[in-house]
């Protein structure tokens, strides 16, 4: 089964004169993620994809596990600082390998790593 890990590219960005400027904190968890991926064991089971906006700019940086047949979950509120990124990115793939292994993809709230137990925005049943 294939499974995506969504990651918002404009979370946590600055913005001058309707433009972005430097590097956003989403794009910077997507280059962390990428980096982990290549040396993760479920790294063929998960593909990370890049989306430009989620439309949950207050709860930046966000994220989403999604897969066909399965519960989505669009996650917020994770660390967008340079220094907690390498942590947040950890957390996120040690998250999305229990909902990897769930038929159903159904993650309970004590199986969440921090930050990923408090930053949940959505639970999108199945089509």
């Known amino acids: 089964m294939t499974h995506s890990l ?4 404009s979370c946590a960005s600055t913005w ?20 982990l991926h290549q040396d993760w064991d ?9 989306v430009s906006c989620m439309s949950a700019c207050s709860h930046a ?3 989403t596990f999604a897969s066909e047949g399965k519960y989505s979950y669009l996650f917020g509120d ?4 340079r220094e907690n990124m390498a942590n947040t990115a950890s957390a996120i793939l040690s998250c999305a390998e ?5 038929p159903d993809g159904l993650l309970a ?4 790593p921090e930050p990923l137990k408090s930053g949940v925005i959505a639970r999108i049943p199945p089509l």
């Open 78 to 81: 994770l660390p967008s600082d």
């Open 6 to 9: 969504l990651v918002c590219t």
């Open 42 to 50: 479920k790294r063929s089971q998960f593909e990370i994809r890049a």
């Open 98 to 102: 229990t909902y990897g292994d769930r």
């Open 61 to 63: 940086c966000v994220v």
């Open 109 to 112: 709230w004590k199986e969440r």
């Open 16 to 35: 001058q004169n309707g433009k972005k400027v430097g590097v956003s904190g989403g794009e910077i968890l997507l280059r962390e993620l990428s980096q």
